[in-house]
């Protein structure tokens, strides 16, 4: 009993020189204030990933490589379309791997054929790129490649070369046409 009544006056005693200076009271503040953020910290380490914004679909029609460009994902709604193998898919999904900041950037709003053949993330060159000097092997490749985005994404229409005409798309059409590379295939 003693014992406790000691150590409250000890408590009470510590209280009262901390409240007497401002500038302790000024301590105290901060160490409770870093004491908080610490705990907060603690309970606030599982990563938030911003929402996909959900987007209308897109009206399907082509693109040159120019129109293409502006669907990198830093336009206000965020659209992120890229182009594999003649073909575009939105990808706006994926976007944490084709948006800004994203491992696949490069490949946002451009043709991404030559870069999944050549694994090669940032080849993404400016102009129209006609693949012809990919080989037997890489095309496969970007064949594959392009099964697999038309499973995940939503096909949206085909890049056009420089001069082709785009296709007036009813909208029944809601498949990629086959074959669009100019790449002749050896079998
Ligand atoms: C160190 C090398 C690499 C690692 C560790 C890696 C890792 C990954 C992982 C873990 C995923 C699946 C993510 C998920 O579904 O949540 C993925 C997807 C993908 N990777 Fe890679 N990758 C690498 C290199 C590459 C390269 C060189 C390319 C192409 C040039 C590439 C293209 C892709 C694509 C297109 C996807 C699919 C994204 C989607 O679902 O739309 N990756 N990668």
């Known amino acids: 009993?003693?014992?406790?009544?000691?150590?409250?006056g000890i408590l009470t005693n510590i209280f009262f020189q901390i409240v007497q200076s401002p500038l302790n009271i000024a301590l105290v503040g901060i160490i409770v204030f870093l004491v908080y953020n610490i705990f907060k910290s603690r309970n606030n380490n599982t990563p938030v990933r911003p929402p996909v914004p959900e987007l209308p679909k897109l009206k399907k029609r082509d693109f040159t490589v120019e129109e293409l460009k502006k669907y990198d994902?830093?336009?206000?709604?965020?659209?992120?379309l890229v182009a594999v193998n003649g073909n575009v898919y939105d990808v706006t999904r994926g976007k944490r791997f084709y948006g800004p900041g994203g491992p696949y950037a490069a490949f946002g709003g451009r043709d991404a054929s030559r870069g999944l053949a050549t694994f090669n993330v940032t080849a993404a060159g400016e102009g129209y790129d006609d693949l012809s000097d990919l080989s037997t092997?890489?095309?496969?490749?970007?064949?594959?490649?392009?099964?697999?985005f038309k499973e995940k994404y939503e096909f949206v229409g085909r890049l056009l070369k420089p001069g082709e005409q785009p296709t007036n798309y009813s909208d029944e059409e809601d498949e990629p046409p086959t074959g669009t590379s100019d790449k002749p295939k050896d079998e």
């Open 73 to 80: 994902g830093t336009q206000e709604d965020g659209r992120v």
């Open 137 to 148: 092997m890489e095309m496969d490749s970007v064949r594959e490649w392009e099964s697999q």
């Open 1 to 8: 009993m003693a014992e406790s009544t000691l150590s409250a």
